[in-house]
């Protein structure tokens, strides 16, 4: 991510500029060698990048797994009222009695 923001934002005579000044600094007997062990790094961080973000995924997706099954048990295990003609009934067919307000006089 960030070496995408400075491949992004250097332009040509950035990179000329840079690639002389390794030059002169490392000779060209070292360069390629470095260059060679810097895209090594560069694909190591890389594996680990995406073995991490695809650890995260899996722990979200799991996450989301146990929710949905934690709200289907909750569903499951509220009984809803069946209101048919006689009235409702829970889902053992016993009858419910409607409750009543206080100060009904009932």
Sequence with gaps: MALAIIFDSAGAGEWLVLLAVLLVVMGPQRLPSTARKIGAYYSKFRRAAESFKR?????????????RKA?????????IPDIGEEGATTADGTPVMPETEAGDGH
């Design 71 to 79: 709200e289907e048990e909750a569903k499951a295990a509220v009984e």
């Design 55 to 67: 650890q995260l995924m899996d722990m979200d997706l799991e996450m989301e797994r146990e929710f």
